[in-house]
């Protein structure tokens, strides 16, 4: 990496491996969103600002993202061991597979995520644990946040050990860095947090991108 910049390998890390209940029968990460499935749009968004992605998911679902993503960036999958264990475990596979020190973490289903936030929160996390963004009067935002890749898998490994399921648990566990709205907003619109996750949503983010 080039000494001037001081930048460390980086991973990007999406987390698919959710079963989409509010959305129905199809799995959200692959549904054609304005002719680019969701996962795609995420994934081509984060490429050209890490070095490496890795996507979460279960393994019944590789198949399917890997056609998704067909044509685009190189993949790893990182297969959930046990399923259904809730983001957080996803969070620590996809984190277990990374090779950067620094991982961002982002949902699937965060189809504007904006790459220069992501940028902006790795630089904000270095030589912390991580850099989670926070808006006013709202909740982290666990899923769009920039972790160092081994501190964070080993604490939510604890958490699941103490069958707590909340990502903002293992945070706790971390020297972190808040992101707060008016930094956020220096950055990139506030769009970049917006998540789908029923048919309305869906079709609502269709609209917003063939305008
Ligand atoms: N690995 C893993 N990822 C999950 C799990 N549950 C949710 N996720 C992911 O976490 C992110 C946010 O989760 P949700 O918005 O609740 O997505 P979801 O669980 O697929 O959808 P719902 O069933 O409607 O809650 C998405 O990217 C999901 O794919 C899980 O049990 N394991
Ligand atoms: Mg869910």
Redesign the pocket.
Known sequence: MPPETGRTDRTGVV?????????GDQD??VADLAGTPMIRRVVDRLAPIVDELVI???DEQVSAIDTALEGGPDVTFAV?PV?????M??IM?GLRAATGEYAAVV???MPFVDPDLISHLFDRAADHDAAVPRLDDQWFQT?QAVYRAAPMAAACERALERDERKIIEPLFDLEYVVVDEAEIHDQAPLSTFE?V?TREEFEAATRRLED
């Open positions: 987390l698919a491996g959710g079963h989409s209940t509010r959305f959200k990460a979460n998911c279960r959930d399923p259904d264990r809730g983001p475990a996803g596979t949902a699937c289903d899923t998540n996750n």
